[in-house]
């Protein structure tokens, strides 16, 4: 048995968005195969399952996801900041990339036609 840390980008709760369910179900998952779970969470988050644990942290929190991070075997994430990236690195523990929907492989997906040798490409957020 692992302990395992899932770290979500989003709060879980009654509506989530899809990397949120995702997490939520990685936990899930692993909780079920037997391993001691333990989902992270940016705030407001609430999570009524009682085989999976909620650290209600997310990103912003650095120091708490840190210092869950080093009480744990596995650390499971869609995506790190670099300066949080730094840090786990350097822990005993193993960290699980999932790649689900890279957005690096996303945004160069989305400017594909367009780009072409020796031309910048500046993407702005829609919206």
Known sequence: MSRVLVLASEPVGERMAGPSIRALEIARALAGAGHAATLA??????????????????????????????????????????????HVRRLPIRLVADLYNPRPMEVLEAVRESSRRGEVVVLEPKG
Do not use: I, K, T
């Open 41 to 86: 969470a940016p705030a407001p988050s609430v999570l009524a399952d009682d085989r999976v644990a909620l650290l209600e942290a997310g990103f912003a929190d650095f120091d708490r996801v840190l210092a869950a991070a080093a009480d744990h075997d596995v650390l499971v994430a869609q995506e790190l900041p670099a300066q949080m990236l730094r």
